[in-house]
């Protein structure tokens, strides 16, 4: 992958055919069709530098990290902390920001549980003001992603304090001022996406810390969607605790992030515990690590760490801010596209705000799933469903939508090749105009 310097502009269709080049399964036709991958927004695909470093990896350096003083032991471990460090700066972070986790819902869980375990008289003095009780408020948004709404249920049961949430309009979407009318005395905490993954809508999120800050809540970003596709410095931003996935991002499964102010770090509780995060272990009493190894209990995600180093070195070659601009544009056709073909519904902004590289609908008398395995039959793949965000299709008046969703290897010919298909859908399943 040769670099890219140009970051003013999006990608030309000659730079996303060498792009696209670097991953071997792009290469195959489905149903006798060319694959045209728009699930990006659920699992990206891999190049082949990301399989052949975590490969080298593996055949060359593995072996448990911070245990042993033998060779391998040494090359594992910094290979896995020279990786840390690479995944920190691509957020604007200093490496013991970064804590490994099993993905951003495990990411998200170790935040929440570890103010449950705040709240329950768990940590040190410093983890006191981040207890909840009866009284205080959560803050979320009606169009939350299961991961940061379901942990966020827990926590308010078990301490008793009330869950809130920013409803969205009619489009699926929210504002500001919306948001603003919510935030009080009583609010704790404060959590959303930055960009939803069903909407495409971008948050304001640097405004919404400030609100947040205001009255002295915690801030807590799901960056699952914006992490893998724009720049991104999570300490500008001001949020006290971010997380993201590695599959999402050209890296693999199995790994994620949480990002932590670190005078939020210091004060969380771990919420799980064990070996490798501990300093002093006696039959009466443990004493921790600091961060980020306070999180990192038992054995580690050494070869997906190098794995996704990797794929943070292959976006940045190619450039986030050119990567940004080749899928807002795509996201802009996407929806203007598919406003155009009667019977469909986009959820979400108008095709001139800037929104992501996704966009999700409904196609009126044609069941989400039937619109799916329609698409799949022409090569191409998209979601159906309810994406983890059952209240937001109740509260629009679904059961599920199409979503299709892009990465810096979506081509223009794909997009055109979806709503084309998109268009004979209600037809072939014989629904009147």
């Known amino acids: 992958m040769t670099r890219l310097t140009d970051s003013s502009v999006g990608?030309?269709?000659?730079?996303?055919?060498?792009?696209?080049?670097?991953?071997?399964?792009?290469?195959?036709?489905?149903?006798?069709?060319?694959?045209?991958?728009?699930?990006?927004?659920?699992?990206?695909q891999r190049p082949r530098q990301v399989l052949d470093a975590e490969r080298g990896f593996l055949e060359h350096d593995y072996a448990a990290v911070h245990r042993g003083a033998h060779t391998l032991a040494a090359r594992s471990t910094e290979a896995y902390e020279d990786a840390r460090a690479t995944v920190a700066g691509f957020v604007g972070?200093?490496?013991?920001?970064?804590?490994?986790?099993?993905?951003?819902?495990?990411?998200?869980?170790?935040?929440?549980?570890?103010?449950?375990?705040?709240?329950h008289g768990f940590g040190g003095p410093e983890a006191k003001r981040l207890a909840?009780?009866?009284?205080?408020?959560?803050?979320?948004?009606?169009?939350?992603?299961?991961?940061?709404?379901?942990?966020?249920?827990?926590?308010?049961?078990?301490?008793?304090?009330?869950?809130?949430y920013v409803p969205v309009r009619d489009d699926g979407t929210?504002?500001?001022?919306?948001?603003?009318?919510?935030?009080?005395?009583?609010?704790?905490v404060v959590a959303f996406a930055h960009v939803s993954n069903v909407t495409g809508l971008v948050a304001p999120v640097a405004e919404l810390v400030e609100l947040a800050r205001a009255v002295g809540a915690a801030t807590v970003l799901d960056?699952?969607?914006?992490?893998?596709?724009?720049?991104?410095?999570?300490?500008?931003?001001?949020?006290?605790a971010a997380a993201f996935s590695g599959h999402k991002m050209l890296g693999p499964?199995?790994?994620?992030?949480?990002?932590?102010?670190?005078?939020?770090?210091?004060?969380?509780?771990?919420?799980?515990?064990?070996?490798?995060?501990?300093?002093?272990?006696?039959?009466?009493?443990?004493?921790?690590?600091?961060?980020?190894?306070?999180?990192?209990?038992?054995?580690q995600p050494v070869s997906q760490a190098v794995a996704l180093a990797e794929a943070v070195r292959y976006l940045q070659a190619v450039g986030l801010e050119r990567i940004d601009a080749h899928?807002?544009?795509?996201?802009?056709?996407?929806?203007?596209?598919?406003?155009?073909?009667?019977?469909?519904r986009v959820i979400g902004p108008a095709a001139d705000v800037p929104r992501a590289g996704l966009a999700s609908f409904a196609v009126d008398g044609v069941h989400a799933h039937d619109v799916t395995q329609f698409l799949d039959?022409?090569?191409?793949?998209?979601?159906?469903?309810?994406?983890?965000?059952?209240?937001?299709?109740?509260?629009?008046?679904?059961?599920?939508?199409?979503?299709?969703?892009?990465?810096?290897?979506?081509?223009?010919?794909?997009?055109?090749?979806?709503?084309?298909?998109?268009?004979?859908?209600?037809?072939?399943?014989?629904v009147a105009s």
């Not at 399964?25 to 927004?41: K, R, T, V």
């Not at 200093?94 to 705040?118: H, K």
């Not at 004060?267 to 515990?273: E, K, M, N, S």
């Open 253 to 299: 499964t199995g790994i994620g992030v949480l990002y932590g102010r670190p005078e939020f770090l210091d004060a969380l509780p771990p919420v799980r515990t064990g070996g490798s995060m501990i300093t002093t272990v006696t039959m009466e009493a443990t004493e921790f690590m600091a961060p980020p190894l306070r999180f990192e209990a038992g054995t």
């Open 377 to 430: 039959a022409r090569g191409i793949a998209v979601r159906g469903g309810h994406h983890c965000a059952q209240p937001l299709h109740r509260r629009l008046g679904l059961t599920a939508s199409t979503r299709a969703s892009s990465y810096l290897y979506t081509t223009s010919s794909e997009v055109e090749r979806l709503l084309e298909a998109v268009a004979d859908v209600r037809s072939y399943f014989g």
């Open 327 to 344: 899928e807002r544009a795509i996201g802009a056709r996407l929806v203007r596209g598919l406003e155009g073909i009667d019977g469909v």
């Open 223 to 240: 960056a699952c969607q914006s992490a893998p596709h724009r720049p991104l410095d999570l300490p500008a931003l001001g949020v006290d």
């Open 174 to 188: 929210w504002t500001l001022d919306d948001a603003a009318a919510r935030i009080g005395p009583r609010t704790r």
């Open 132 to 164: 909840l009780g009866p009284g205080d408020e959560i803050l979320i948004t009606e169009a939350e992603h299961h991961a940061n709404l379901v942990p966020w249920q827990q926590l308010a049961r078990s301490t008793g304090a009330e869950l809130r």
């Open 11 to 44: 990608l030309t269709d000659a730079e996303v055919d060498a792009i696209r080049a670097d991953f071997p399964i792009l290469g195959q036709s489905i149903e006798g069709e060319p694959l045209a991958y728009l699930d990006s927004g659920a699992t990206s």
């Open 93 to 119: 972070a200093e490496a013991e920001q970064i804590s490994w986790t099993l993905n951003a819902t495990d990411a998200l869980n170790l935040v929440v549980g570890g103010l449950d375990r705040a709240s």
